[in-house]
Structure formats: structure tokens, C-alpha cells
């Protein structure tokens, strides 16, 4: 991601971050993120310096285009710049079409023990993928639609996806992602692909019988905290799969068990 000056960024994504044809949701979540943060950052006065430790703590996406890979603009632009908390409104175009309207609330996470945190049934999960884990490499089927298996480690759940079995079940699906080594020892890359992770489910309604695309159209992502080395554990859920509209949630936990992301999504059912 290029500076321009005057908050405007050009960025390129490359192909392996797409669902299909098309950009990954979480992929511009993040792009967002990173935008917002190094605006922030950028743009800090001697009178009101910013912490170099603040990341993105709320990104909220309304997703207005889907995009294909390649050049994208970003436009970010700081609307309060305090002490604990900033905002920062971030616009991402392709051919001067916007395809993503984010508020990026920034600040710097939880680093201590919680006052208080309910137990998650995520956490059953093992900490890193089991024997039976469906690990997203070049010749698993998933892999030849989730292109974003390419720039990470994947895999997914095989008790909980069951379509894979071409069976149905509940709309929950678990899985494990962990970025690469470089990617996870760099904190403010972490935690984008921790906000990245808020979005990276198959769609819930693939364990209903619901295939094919279903675009989100709101997506409302918190980093609760910067992630330890180490897998990530995804679930993903939804309680109401309406005619049209599903909500979709995600829990992330790292390798502590620490809940470090949580999202919703608002999303089309597939037609």
C-alpha cells in the first residue's frame, strides 16, 4: 500500500486473496484497517502524538461492490484523534466505483487478564488442526474456490462441515487458520490477520444446503486483542437463515484460548 498524500493510498490485491472471482470480505476489512492505522499514524501532531502500540480495535464494512483483484484506491480520513480512542473513515474504490464504506475505531487493545469471560465452547476445539482436520492444500476441493489458502494455513473442521460429507447439519462451522511465520511475528500484521479471520468461514449456509455465493452486504469486526503465536480457532454460526437475509457470527480464539476476535455479519441467502 503506496501513500498519495492527502489520506489517499494505492493499494494492489493480489488474486490469492479471493473467494472465486472476487475479493475476500475480510481481505478488505483489513486492507481498511491497515489504511486507517497508517493515517493515524501518519498524520500525528507533537501536541497530540498517537501510541505506536494503537491498532484497529472496531472495523465497521458496509460493502457497497464486489472487486475483483488487481488496483484498488483507498481514501482514509481522520474524524477524532484522541487519547484512548480514534476514528478513522476509510473508503475503498476500483475504477473510482467504491466498493467498501468502513468506520475504523482505533485504540490499544487488552493486554491483561479480563475482569470476567464466559467459558466458549470453541474452546473443545484442540489448539491446533487434528488428524481428521481438512487441511486446505492445493488439492482439496475448497481450495480451488478459497484462493486465500494460498497466502495462509487452513483448515477446516470435518465434524461441524458437513457438507463436506454431503450431509446436512447445523449452521456452525469450525476451523483453524494461522498466518505464515513472517506474517505472525509482526504484531500490527497479526492482528489484520486476525481481523482477516473474522470473515474466513465457509458460508453457514453450505451446512443447509445452500451453496454458492453469499454476499455480505454489513460486517461489524472486533480485535479484542493481539493474538498469541500460534493457531487460530474459528466458529462460525448463524441463528436465523431467513428467505433472504442470515447473520452470520465468527469467535476466534489463539492458542490460549483467548477470544481475540468476534464479528457479525449481515449477509444474502445464496440463490
Known amino acids: 500500500m503506496d501513500a498519495q498524500g492527502s489520506g489517499r493510498y494505492a493499494a494492489h490485491i493480489d488474486p490469492i486473496w479471493t473467494i472465486g472471482p472476487k475479493v ?10 491497515a489504511a486507517a492505522r497508517r493515517e493515524l499514524l501518519g498524520t500525528a501532531t507533537a501536541d497530540l502524538p498517537v501510541d505506536p502500540s494503537v491498532l484497529p480495535l472496531a472495523v465497521s464494512a458496509s460493502y457497497l461492490a464486489a472487486p475483483d483483484p ?20 476509510v473508503e475503498l474504490s476500483q475504477n473510482g466505483r ?8 482505533l485504540g490499544v487493545p487488552d493486554a491483561g487478564e479480563p475482569h470476567y469471560t464466559r467459558a ?8 491446533e488442526p487434528s488428524a481428521e482436520a481438512h487441511a486446505l ?5 475448497m481450495a480451488q474456490v478459497v484462493h486465500v489458502s494460498q497466502g ?20 456452525e462451522v469450525r476451523m483453524w487458520a494461522r498466518p505464515w511465520a513472517a506474517d505472525e511475528e509482526d504484531p500490527a500484521t497479526a492482528a489484520l490477520f486476525a481481523i482477516m479471520t473474522g470473515d474466513i468461514c465457509a458460508p453457514v449456509t453450505m451446512n443447509r444446503g445452500m451453496f454458492g455465493w453469499a454476499p455480505t452486504v454489513q460486517l ?26 442470515f447473520e452470520e457470527d465468527h469467535t476466534v480464539l489463539d492458542s490460549t484460548g483467548a477470544v481475540v476476535v468476534q464479528s457479525r455479519q449481515l449477509a444474502m441467502i445464496p440463490r
Open 120 to 127: 466458549q465452547a470453541l474452546a473443545e476445539l484442540p489448539a
Open 137 to 141: 492444500v492445493a488439492d482439496h476441493p
Open 152 to 171: 495462509c494455513d487452513l483448515s477446516v473442521d470435518g465434524s461441524s462441515a458437513h457438507f463436506l460429507r454431503g450431509q446436512q447439519g447445523e449452521p
Open 24 to 33: 475476500h470480505g475480510g481481505c478488505m476489512t483489513a486492507l481498511c484497517a
Open 220 to 245: 461489524t469486526t472486533y480485535l479484542r486483542r493481539l493474538p498469541a503465536p500460534g493457531w487460530l480457532r474459528v466458529m462460525a454460526s448463524s441463528t436465523v437463515l431467513g428467505d433472504t437475509w
Open 70 to 89: 488487481g488496483d484498488v484506491d483507498v481514501l482514509a480520513t481522520v474524524r477524532k484523534r484522541g487519547r484512548q480512542v480514534s476514528l478513522v473513515d
Open 98 to 105: 467504491p466498493a467498501v464504506h468502513a468506520a475504523v475505531t
